[in-house]
DNA sequence: GGCTTATACATCGAACTGCAAGGCATAGTC
DNA sequence: GACTATGCCTTGCAGTTCGATGTATAAGCC
């Protein structure tokens, strides 16, 4: 019989900040890299080698559009929310916090009235 | 010029878990499969294939020791913390909070009043 | 007696992340 | 003309986690 399983768990915290920040505004990679880089207070820092590849799968995959453009001889590829991309920050949240919520009930001991 | 890097993240929440629910009192592994999934209220479900080569790891680095014993024909593995198990846990919890608290913010937004 | 389920240990291969490193190109600064 | 910052990208590695599977005993059911 198959296990019940926790969809990969923790995984994804790139993918769910970057939906999250595209949330209201479009950006572009780099943009991305260090807006992550400041939100969290230098807590998290995440490469180029990671943003770029979830940026591309996430488009790839209807969670994101893009749109190029030329800034003082440099191209920029802008992403922005589409509707579907809504959704799935939607559910990534939820499950996120489902999570995140359960771990620490269980940190912060059976019952400390 | 190497990456700042954040030491991995967000795994190790199998590990958390079985330190923090060994503080107190000492469990063995099958028990700890259960025990990990009604804390949380079956939100999150190791299986033994988690659980078990986390016990060993645990062990092996000086953060649990064991104790066998016989139980109805069964023989059961004890784990309980050392004092470096202790550190270890409260070390990752702090980690823990603070990554989560980090992207909580970001989730709620930049400020909303 | 024969079947299934629960207890209890364990290991292995596959899949997936995330990371560091590196590559390419332009523009500005000293 | 060398270095840094901007901006895109890919690749290989290492570490986790997962699911499946294996072994063995005990207990319940028909």
Not at 12 to 37: C, F, H, N, T
């Amino acid at each position: 019989m198959p296990r019940a399983t926790n969809p990969n768990f923790l995984n994804g915290v790139p993918e769910l900040l970057v939906l999250r920040l595209l949330r209201g505004r479009e950006m572009y990679g780099y943009e991305l890299v260090q807006a992550i880089r400041e939100a969290t207070s230098e807590t998290i820092t995440l490469g180029e080698g990671v943003v770029y590849p979830v940026l591309h799968m996430l488009e790839r995959e209807g969670a994101l559009a893009s749109r190029r453009q030329a800034v003082a001889g440099r191209s920029r590829i802008y992403y922005r929310l589409t509707p579907q991309g809504e959704r799935r920050l939607n559910d990534i949240s939820q499950s996120w916090e489902r999570i995140t919520g359960a771990i620490r009930n269980v940190l912060e001991g059976p019952r400390h009235a």
